[in-house]
């Protein structure tokens, strides 16, 4: 059974930080990529960053570029998402999703595997 468990959400003022985990289990998490979408009240579902199997390819929404960190421990199968600078506009319910194809995609049909979500609130 697989399973992608987010942990870290909740409440912070802008400009302040947080960190998200995602635990995973079964799936060969070194053989999937790891990616993290995020959506606010009323919106799609955008993607935010993705990191490759083996860390060597990162890409990332511009609007999180030097804000966010996405990184990887394949020894623990978790994935993290560090946010710096937060602002009201990063609200929302974050998902940490897996895809098992060689590619670093950015747009949601490309993950096979999700997470039930963490929600994060920032308020101004």
């Known amino acids: 059974q697989v399973q992608l468990a987010e942990s870290g959400g909740g409440s912070v003022q802008a400009g302040e930080s947080m960190k998200l985990s995602c635990v995973v289990s079964?799936?060969?998490?070194?053989?999937?990529?790891m990616g993290w979408f995020r959506q606010a009240p009323g919106r799609d579902r955008e993607f935010v960053a993705a990191?490759?199997?083996?860390?060597?390819?990162?890409n990332k929404h511009d609007s999180v570029k030097g804000r966010f960190t996405i990184y990887r421990d394949n020894a623990k199968s978790t994935v993290y998402l560090q946010m710096d600078s937060l602002t009201p506009e990063d609200t929302g319910v974050y998902y940490c999703?897996?895809?098992?194809?060689?590619?670093?995609?950015?747009?949601?049909?490309?993950?096979?595997?999700w997470g039930q979500g963490t929600q994060v609130s920032v308020s101004s």
């Open positions: 990191i490759s199997q083996n860390s060597g390819f990162i």
């Open positions: 079964g799936i060969s998490f070194d053989r999937h990529t």
């Open positions: 999703a897996a895809d098992g194809n060689l590619r670093v995609g950015i747009t949601a049909d490309k993950y096979e595997y």
